[in-house]
């Protein structure tokens, strides 16, 4: 399963909803709270303390 399909199936663990890939498949973000999850080695790391908050 690639990043892609992968992106849409998980959901934003805070609000659980939808997430799309972002910079260049680095990273998760949840349009609706504002997170970013970093993909780590290949592996989204879904924890919102771990999340990065970014401005839209």
Do not use: F, H, W
């Not at 998980?10 to 260049?24: D, F, I, T, Y």
């Not at 498949?25 to 999340?51: N, Q, T």
């Amino acid at each position: 399963m690639d990043m892609k399909e992968l992106a849409e199936i998980l959901a934003c663990p805070q609000c659980k909803g939808p997430v799309k890939l972002v910079n260049e498949e680095k990273g998760l973000l949840c349009e609706k709270c504002g997170l970013l999850y970093e993909i780590k080695d290949g592996i989204p790391v879904m924890l919102v303390s771990e999340a990065r908050k970014v401005t839209q």
